[in-house]
């Protein structure tokens, strides 16, 4: 992808590849060396390397509904390129490729020039550089009102049991 088309489109809503399983929308944070930086409601902040991206939507018109209201004092691993950011994000539980057959979680142990490892349990996983195409880790901006609206769903629980007395009503129709 041409970074200066990405540039443009920085603090945008947009849809990165048109379908299936890699296509995201989400808020374009910023554009690097080889990388850029998309924040979605569901996946957090995603890093993706520019050459493996096909497509890139924006609406010129409307915009694309993205409604998460990102706070000021946000901030997220940042670098030059990407390979810095991997450094940044070392023995931090990463996903890589997130939403294919490919995808690979764990901690993310050690980089080099050819491949990076991750650490799943027992296993040692390397993958190759040139087929990471993306990679995450948990960070994520809370929708405001969902800490209240999980409380207010948990209390609505509570006195319905306590309306049951806690047991199963038994019906005869």
């Given at each position: 992808?041409?970074?200066?088309?990405?540039?443009?489109?920085?603090?945008?809503?947009?849809?990165?590849?048109?379908g299936g399983h890699d296509s995201r929308i989400g808020l374009l944070l910023a554009v690097e060396e080889d990388y850029f930086v998309l924040l979605t409601k569901?996946?957090?902040?995603?890093?993706?390397?520019?050459?493996?991206?096909?497509?890139?939507?924006?609406?010129?018109?409307?915009?694309?509904?993205?409604?998460?209201?990102?706070?000021?004092?946000?901030?997220?691993?940042?670098?030059?390129?990407?390979?810095?950011?991997?450094?940044?994000?070392?023995?931090?539980?990463?996903?890589?490729?997130?939403?294919?057959?490919?995808?690979?979680?764990?901690?993310?142990?050690?980089?080099?020039?050819?491949?990076?490892?991750?650490?799943?349990?027992?296993?040692?996983?390397?993958?190759?550089?040139?087929?990471?195409?993306?990679?995450?880790?948990?960070?994520?901006?809370?929708?405001?009102?969902?800490?209240?609206?999980?409380?207010?769903?948990?209390?609505?629980d509570k006195n319905e049991d306590k309306d049951r007395g806690g047991q199963w009503e038994e019906r005869n129709d």
């Open positions: 992808m041409n970074r200066d088309i990405l540039g443009s489109l920085v603090g945008k809503a947009v849809k990165v590849n048109r569901e996946d957090g902040v995603l890093y993706y390397k520019g050459h493996h991206v096909k497509s890139l939507t924006d609406n010129a018109k409307k915009g694309i509904n993205f409604d998460l209201i990102v706070p000021e004092d946000f901030s997220y691993v940042r670098g030059k390129n990407f390979e810095d950011v991997l450094h940044c994000l070392k023995y931090h539980w990463v996903t890589i490729n997130r939403g294919g057959h490919e995808k690979y979680q764990g901690v993310l142990d050690d980089i080099n020039d050819d491949y990076i490892t991750v650490i799943f349990n027992e296993e040692v996983i390397r993958v190759a550089m040139f087929h990471i195409r993306n990679i995450s880790y948990d960070m994520r901006v809370e929708e405001p009102g969902k800490d209240k609206r999980d409380e207010k769903k948990k209390d609505e």
